[in-house]
């Protein structure tokens, strides 16, 4: 059930048009129909079944469209905002980011305003808390579209989180008092945030960063002021998984909470002995996981596994099987009818991949173990021990290798990179993030009421030390882990290959031999780009001969220019400035590629000067939403209005002839709802940048 839901919710979000309610509901009444009419015809009944959970999923995925309908601004602008305070994040770099739910605008004042922006400042009123309300000067932006076809598009996940723009104080916001009453929903909210927020101050106040920021996320969710240098560590070791409240954090809290009540109430035989304190154990950590779910914050993998461990628990408590793929798909099944966008998203995919796979494997190994008599124990305490030790060491590896291959494929087509040293690095981390740094973790969050939450911070600030010792040394020695483009029927065979090795017990496993072949081959014949160009029309990306990415601007968009290096798995960066024999050469007017390579390349800023390139490049790229002239055949011109409407861009030239042979935008139209905001911004309708208009002075 789950598989089909997230294949309906997928074509859903795929489709090239918004599909409408009218088809989605035939859709679903034909197929109820049909399934029960044919029940007497158990192959046609189980293709009604089928086709009937697709669109369910699929109608899901439009309800939840509907029912968001998020307002997004069209187009940049300066306004005097006023906002009530949703969330505050502290962040390395000193800054803070706000969430704020907008209250007003003036000067001007916006006719159709975003109700939800997430806005930086470079300091708030001291001791700002969720629920106060601020006003100050803001330049708000439209969330940002893919950087290049098929990346991760801010749009969509703005539109769904209720973020209607994003941008930064111009001057310091100031606290200004609101008599309105709080509603009883908006209570709750601030008071959630500001007791993580009160969390994550006390754990710095007793860890100094990095590790201070990292037990924070661990604990209560917190993850913005965690440095930069950091993330990429733990990026590149296949680690960043530590820093997401997912299904480790959530078993190790449930392990240790039900473990401590086990022993509690075994202190006490009377009551141990009349009563089950198993299930007592079971409802103590139900309740505490809850609690868990709470300070992490509205996460996809925190989510799904509080769903899991609600549903083990709760099998204990009715004297069933805890651990089973069945629960792992109430988990999946609940979380796509509820918010089906997750689907497309990384975390959703590599969460459920990775515990599908370490779910099959273990049924896999418990079956294997049934069908082979135990070997004898050893006698010697000694040998117990060894014996303990080298299971320990086996189950680390092979839980490393299942769960750092079946995420694999997910984490090289969301983000172009694989971690070469994952399997080692989490074969060394794991021990100490189990052992030392969460049940600490749960014991700080048990002992920081009654201020005696010091002893377990220290000790989980030595654990955290250790793992990113581990993290700083595996990073150094780890290979490039950029692998390029990963096309999406390389993703689309893969998970089916993977759903078939998890969801079958027999022989019927090997089917999935041929998918994974089929999926190799599919990632051999990819194509990379020759061109990148970004949708503010400012920056381009061409491959030299050489391999490396060749750019426009000295100092380009990080973000946009690294998206753009791991895709083309290019080898390093050339900018106007080096002494390189291919690159751009720059002029007041543009910049033009040369090198021995084709095409030629030119990008210029303004239209008025295009028509003398004409002749002499075979792609121009125009920072200019004004300009309507044309060249010939066969050079292509692609302008700022262009990009406005359609999104950043891709293209291929043929390597026989070096004319343009491909052109691809990152957004189609008609546009889906989460893009139907681009339509509106000035650059879209063909006209030039704002400018405030001079003011006569008065005559004496």
């Known amino acids: 059930m789950p598989l089909l839901l997230g294949t309906g919710a997928v074509f859903y979000f795929l489709a090239p048009v918004e599909p409408s309610f009218s088809p989605l509901m035939a859709l679903v009444a034909a197929a109820s129909v049909g399934t029960w009419l044919s029940r007497r015809h158990p192959l046609l009944q189980t293709l009604g079944w089928l086709l009937l959970v697709v669109a369910l999923g699929g109608s899901a995925a439009k309800l939840e469209t509907w029912r968001r309908s998020t307002p997004i601004l069209g187009s940049q602008i300066s306004t005097e905002l006023t906002g009530r305070v949703v969330l505050v994040e502290e962040q390395a770099n000193g800054r803070t980011r706000l969430t704020l739910d907008v209250l007003g605008t003036a000067r001007p004042s916006l006719r159709y305003a975003p109700e939800r922006v997430r806005v930086t400042a470079r300091s708030v009123p001291g001791d700002v808390r969720p629920g106060e309300v601020l006003r100050g000067i803001v330049r708000l932006i439209p969330p940002a579209g893919p950087v290049r076809p098929g990346s991760y598009d801010f749009a969509f996940q703005s539109y769904f989180n209720g973020l209607g723009a994003v941008g930064f104080f111009l001057r310091d916001p100031q ?30 106040a007793v860890l100094p960063a990095p590790e201070g920021e990292i037990a924070a996320a661990l604990i209560a969710g917190v993850r913005a002021g965690i440095p930069e240098a950091v993330n990429e560590d733990l990026r590149v070791t296949g680690l960043a998984h530590v820093l997401s409240i997912s299904g480790l954090h959530m078993a190790l809290a449930a392990t240790t909470l039900m473990g401590s009540i086990r022993l509690l109430l075994a202190c006490f035989p009377n009551f141990a002995a009349r009563h089950s304190v198993k299930k007592y154990a079971a409802g103590f950590a139900l309740a505490g996981t809850a609690f868990y779910l709470l300070l992490a914050g509205d996460q996809v993998a925190a989510n799904r596994s509080f769903l899991m461990i609600a549903v083990m628990l709760t099998a204990i408590l009715f004297d069933r099987a805890a651990l089973s793929m069945r629960n792992l798909a109430i988990a999946a099944v609940c979380i796509i009818l509820i918010a089906p966008h997750e689907v497309m998203g990384p ?71 694989v971690s070469p040293l994952s399997f080692v690095a989490n074969l060394l981390a794991m021990p100490i993030i189990g052992i030392a740094v969460m049940p600490s973790a749960v014991a700080a969050l048990i002992t920081m009421p009654i201020g005696l939450d010091f002893v377990p911070l220290t000790v989980m600030g030595w654990g955290l030390t250790l793992m990113l010792s581990v993290a700083q040394w ?45 999926a190799s081959v599919a990632f ?67 910049c033009t590629f040369a090198g021995s390579r084709q095409p030629r390349v030119t990008w210029l800023a303004e239209g008025s000067v295009v028509e003398p390139h004409c002749a002499t490049a075979d792609l121009i790229v125009v920072d200019d939403a004004t300009v309507e002239s044309r060249c010939p055949e066969p050079t292509q011109i692609v302008t700022k209005r262009d990009l406005a409407l359609m999104g950043s861009a891709t293209v291929q030239f043929d390597p026989a002839t070096g004319r343009l042979s491909a052109l691809d935008h990152a957004i189609s139209r008609p546009y889906r709802p989460w893009h139907t905001h681009r339509r509106f911004s000035r650059e879209a309708r063909g006209m030039a940048p704002y400018k405030r208009p001079n003011k006569a002075k008065p005559q004496k």
């Not at 200004?176 to 709080?182: D, F, I, Q, W």
């Not at 599908?356 to 050893?378: E, I, K, T």
């Not at 000295?554 to 400035?577: C, G, I, Y």
């Open 175 to 204: 606290r200004v008092e609101n008599g309105e009453p709080l509603s009883l929903g908006v209570k709750i909210s601030a008071g959630i945030e500001a007791l993580r927020q009160t969390i994550a101050d006390r754990i710095r």
């Open 347 to 417: 975390s959703f995919q590599m969460s459920f991949a990775a515990t599908a796979a370490l779910v099959a494997g273990y049924a896999g190994w418990s079956q294997l173990r049934r069908d082979r008599p135990p070997p004898p124990l050893p006698r010697s305490l000694i040998a117990r021990i060894r014996r303990w030790l080298l299971l320990l060491i086996l189950g680390s590896v092979a839980t490393s290798i299942l769960a750092g291959g079946a995420t694999a494929i997910y984490s090289a087509y969301h983000f172009q990179r």
């Open 474 to 518: 595996s990073a150094s020695i780890s290979p490039p882990d950029a692998v390029g483009i990963v096309p999406a029927p390389t993703v689309a065979l893969a998970t089916l290959a993977l759903a078939i090795a998890c969801f079958t017990t027999t022989r019927w496993r090997l089917l999935a031999m041929p998918l994974v072949l089929a």
């Open 524 to 590: 051999a014949a990819r194509t990379a780009p020759d061109v990148f160009v970004s949708e503010d029309a400012k920056l381009i990306g061409l491959m030299t001969e050489n391999g490396e990415l060749a750019v426009n601007r000295k100092r380009p968009n990080a973000f946009a220019v690294e998206d753009w290096q791991r895709s083309a798995s290019a080898a390093a960066l050339v900018t106007p400035k080096d002494d390189s024999a291919e690159g751009f050469h720059c002029t007041e007017t543009g």
